[in-house]
């Protein structure tokens, strides 16, 4: 199964892939967790409760074409049902139009009937690091601070 999602944000493609792969930014619309990795092809990706005692997510990245192109894997482990469905691929992809980008965050090779904890959560993570980067405010919709 693949979900996808298209959003339009008035920001450049520096400042978006900035706010992507800085784990202080992240954290500010990724649920309150914090990201960590160097982003180069190979390296490991750890996601992780603030205080850094659970572990919520690890993969691997793929792919890095900065400030454009990002691809991950991505396995959770925030509760027992997740960890079942395995390892899947996040991509994201940058295109600047005019003073804002075109982003789109493809989440795929899932499990047909995957748990929607898995993917869910994207509209309001997107949506997060669309009103900080336009704003500088952090969403409060319920959830999105969830780990903070």
């Not at 944000?9 to 706010?19: C, S």
């Not at 992780?48 to 990002?70: H, Y």
């Not at 509760?79 to 991509?91: A, H, K, N, T, Y």
């Not at 309001?124 to 409060?140: A, F, P």
Request: charged share 25%; with cysteine; proline share 5%.
């Amino acid at each position: 199964m693949e979900m996808r999602y298209e959003f339009y944000i008035k920001t450049n493609a520096d400042r978006l892939w900035h706010a992507i792969v800085d784990p202080d930014i992240r954290a500010k619309y990724n649920f309150g967790a914090r990201i960590r990795s160097d982003w180069t092809d190979g390296a490991s990706i750890e996601m992780r409760t603030p205080d850094g005692a659970a572990v919520l997510g690890t993969g691997d990245v793929l792919e890095v074409d900065s400030p454009r192109r990002l691809v991950h894997t991505i396995a959770a482990h925030w509760s027992p049902e997740v960890e079942d469905e395995g390892i899947s691929r996040v991509s994201w992809e940058i295109e600047p139009i005019g003073d804002s980008c075109r982003l789109i965050l493809t989440h795929d090779q899932l499990n047909d009937d995957a748990n929607t904890e898995i993917y869910g959560g994207w509209p309001m993570v997107l949506s997060g690091l669309k009103t900080w980067l336009e704003t500088g405010q952090l969403l409060t919709t319920p959830g999105s601070m969830m780990y903070a």
